[in-house]
């Protein structure tokens, strides 16, 4: 059995990040989805996977997981339970976890808290950031991305979980779940932490980048703060985010928020056009996640040339004005 910690947006929608570890725990972790799972136990998985939601849980919600294929949701809601504690949230997943399978969470900072707090309550081995799945173990990123380890997990049940868009969400033959409700115990304890109010979002917060499925990058390359508008306006038209070097941010050009690599944000976006970024190592390692690597740059000889899947050797302003007309004009 595999069980999937899925978080929910204030709208009660299914998360973008929890919709992928669904698909991978279907899709990699049982017998008949794909390939087995790296636990080296008696016996395979029962070739199930079920969903733990904390919280309130909307029809939409439910939907959503049945069109993903999950078979059975544990919905896990108490007053104490209303506002966010690590854990008391990782005690109550606990409780509805069998002794033997996989539990399983996206690569969030929540999902990675929660996941530490549950392996740790249950003597079980933990893997985190976990790309895929098969017949010889589990694959990770480590080092922020900048290598890879193959690992195999012993003990009856194995904690795990699952990098930022390392798997593309998709649905299967809708299911209706079966969906438990339970008469919850919160130890006082466990309430010593806990959120005690939730702000708005600032304008400034990386949220957006790091669940963005198209990022353009930006570097000294564009020459001042005032020399943006193309970068921009190819954002625009991808529905992407802008993420930008450290050297940016330290000129003062752009905030924080949108600084990628080993001080900044991490990303895993479908494509990464990086539009004037030499490819120092502490960049690089924020995009080892990327699917698709762009590069645009006068420097046919820099790092990011080097390591882009394509590149266009030139002056960003230049291609990116002439990639943004063409975009209009495709589109009427």
């Known amino acids: 059995m595999t069980i999937v910690f899925v978080e929910t947006d204030p709208a009660g929608e299914v998360t973008l990040t929890s919709a992928e570890a669904i698909t991978f725990a279907r899709t990699q972790l049982l017998p008949d989805g794909g390939a087995a799972t790296s636990r080296e136990v008696a016996g395979p998985p029962s070739g199930s996977t079920e969903a733990v939601v904390i919280g309130e849980l909307s029809d939409s919600a439910v939907d ?30 606990v409780d509805v976890t069998p002794e033997s399978g996989t539990l399983l969470a996206s690569g969030t900072p929540r999902g990675m808290e929660l996941m530490a707090h549950a392996a740790v309550r249950t003597g079980a081995r933990m893997a985190a950031n976990v790309i895929a799945a098969d017949e010889e173990g589990l694959l990770r990123q480590v080092h922020g991305g900048t290598a890879f380890e193959r690992l195999r997990l012993d003990g009856d049940l194995q904690v795990l979980t699952l990098a930022g868009h390392a798997c593309t969400p998709e649905e299967t033959t809708p299911t209706t779940p079966e969906i438990y409700d339970y008469e919850l115990t919160v130890a006082e304890a466990d309430l010593a932490t806990r959120v005690q109010r939730t702000e708005a979002e600032a304008a400034d917060d990386a949220s957006g980048l790091t669940s963005a499925r198209a990022v353009v990058g930006a570097g000294r390359g564009v020459g001042s703060e005032n020399g943006f ?10 529905g992407g985010a802008l993420g930008v070097s450290r050297v940016v941010t330290g000129l003062g050009w752009r905030p924080h928020a949108e600084q990628v690599g080993q001080t900044g944000s991490r990303i895993s976006p479908d494509v990464y056009i990086a539009c004037g970024i030499s490819g120092a190592i502490q960049h690089m390692a924020g995009i080892e996640g990327a699917k698709t690597l762009v590069a645009i740059n006068t420097d046919e000889e820099a ?11 030139g002056d960003l302003h230049e291609v990116v004005g002439a990639v943004n007309e063409e975009i209009v004009r495709r589109r009427g």
Request: aromatic share 6%; charged share 20%; net charge negative.
């Open 229 to 238: 508008s193309e970068v921009l306006e190819l954002v625009d038209h991808l």
């Open 303 to 313: 790092t990011m040339v080097q390591r882009a899947d394509y590149a266009i050797i």
């Open 64 to 93: 959503a997981l049945g069109r993903l294929g999950v078979g059975v949701i544990h919905h896990l809601e108490h007053p104490d339970l209303a506002e966010y504690s690590a854990a008391a949230w990782a005690q109550a997943i």
